[in-house]
């Protein structure tokens, strides 16, 4: 599976990105889908999470309410629309899939963890200026 993220740039605060995450090479789902973010000198952080069926979503607690994680099976993509940027807000965007079993799903703390996820996109810059 490789998995292409595209859709960073420079932004206002307040303002809005929509990052997307093409999937190619094998079947799109099961996969749980997720969306990490690293700022320059700190961890990984978990930003946000979808099931292969689109049913389920977790956020992490900095961006709830403010961004929203979505997919489009029949396009084999996921996205993650930001809105009410802040200049902390600013990292690298990755989006990463974790192979299912059909019907499982991640749970609320395995979704954080970055090793529970097989493939990795290779990042996208969102710079939020104040």
């Known amino acids: 599976v490789q998995l292409q993220a595209s859709g960073g740039g420079l932004v206002q605060t307040g303002g809005s990105l929509r990052l997307s995450c093409a999937t190619s090479g094998r079947t799109f789902s099961p996969y749980g889908m997720a969306w990490f973010r690293q700022a320059p000198g700190k961890d990984r952080e978990f930003v946000g999470y979808i099931n292969w069926s689109g049913a389920g979503t977790m956020y992490a607690d900095s961006v709830k309410g403010r961004f929203t994680i979505s997919s489009d099976n029949a396009k084999n993509t996921v996205y993650l629309q930001m809105n009410s940027l802040k200049p902390e807000d600013t990292a690298v965007y990755f989006c990463?899939?974790?192979?299912?079993?059909?019907?499982?799903?991640?749970?609320?703390?395995?979704?954080?963890?970055?090793?529970?996820?097989?493939?990795w996109g290779q990042g996208t810059l969102v710079t939020v200026s104040s």
């Open positions: 990463a899939a974790a192979a299912l079993a059909p019907g499982q799903t991640l749970s609320v703390h395995g979704c954080h963890v970055p090793s529970e996820y097989d493939y």
